[in-house]
């Protein structure tokens, strides 16, 4: 099930911004997809979902909002450095290293 959400804007915003009342609409929804995959609130499957496009196109569009497509916590990053550090550290104990 699915439901609708309206949002109201000036009848001239489209024109004001050079754009047709669709592609106006599908830009405002793809931005709040967008901000919402940046947020950490939806996986790009979701918002991808959302803004009506595929995955994969969704995720080059990201591109042009200036977010990038992988979206990790500063404590995952984190955890990723541990770990190839004690993998580095293990191979570098290795004989011949």
């Known amino acids: 099930m699915s439901k609708i959400l309206t949002v109201e804007y000036p ?3 489209p024109d004001s911004l050079h754009m047709s009342q669709d592609e106006f609409e599908h ?3 793809l931005s709040m997809a967008v901000k919402l995959f940046e947020m950490g609130k939806l996986s790009s499957g ?5 803004a009506g496009i595929p995955r994969i196109h969704f995720l ?6 200036g977010v990038s497509s992988v979206q ?3 404590g995952e990053l984190e955890e990723d450095v541990a770990v190839a550090r004690r993998a580095y ?3 570098q104990q ?3 290293h």
């Open 46 to 50: 979701q918002a991808a979902k959302l």
């Open 94 to 96: 290795q004989p011949g």
């Open 27 to 29: 830009e405002a929804r």
């Open 72 to 74: 990790v916590t500063a």
């Open 60 to 65: 080059y569009e990201l591109g042009r909002f």
């Open 11 to 13: 009848d001239m915003l």
């Open 89 to 91: 550290d293990r191979h």
